[in-house]
């Protein structure tokens, strides 16, 4: 039978998880990956000039990537919130773009949806697993409750 003055010490010891470390490192960088994509899709793509609410979305991504940035890096208690609700709208944005060249392309010439589709797609792709994979860790994490307290 162990001594519970023996368990007691291990668990007082143990150092709580905090601070801009380990696994929350993956979505500091994420913001950071987002941002240089969604701006380089701006400045590349012919499909937000195509459609306003397309071009309005990804501004309202690169924005909320730079301004999380900022607040991520300032600890602050908001954040954990505002990054479920932007991988939510990274998941919107990337869906929207998927349905006006699959569903509602009138307009849109065939070359531009053929070069356009694939992409998207793929964005889609790694906006859902990105989502599935983080927003719980932002609801559950010890290191996450513990980081932004301010």
């Not at 023996?6 to 601070?19: D, F, H, M, Q, V």
């Not at 900022?70 to 773009?97: C, D, G, Q, R, T």
Request: hydrophobic share 60%; glycine share 6%.
């Amino acid at each position: 039978m162990s001594d519970p003055a023996i368990a007691r010490r291990e668990t007082s010891e143990r150092k709580p998880l905090e601070g801009i470390e380990g696994w929350l490192l993956v979505p500091a960088l994420y913001l950071l990956i987002v941002a240089f994509v969604v701006a380089e899709f701006l400045v590349d793509s012919t499909l937000p000039m195509l459609r306003p609410e397309i071009l309005a979305g990804n501004v309202a991504i690169l924005a909320g990537s730079v301004v999380l940035l900022a607040l991520f890096f300032k600890k602050l208690a908001i954040v954990p919130p505002l990054m479920i609700v932007f991988y939510l709208l990274v998941v919107a944005v990337s869906a929207l773009e998927v349905l006006t060249l699959t569903r509602f392309s009138d307009g849109i010439a065939q070359a531009v949806i053929d070069a356009e589709l694939p992409e998207a797609r793929h964005g889609l792709g790694h906006a859902l697993g990105a989502a599935i994979v983080w927003i719980p860790y932002f609801v559950v994490s010890e290191r996450v409750r513990n980081t932004f307290v301010e």
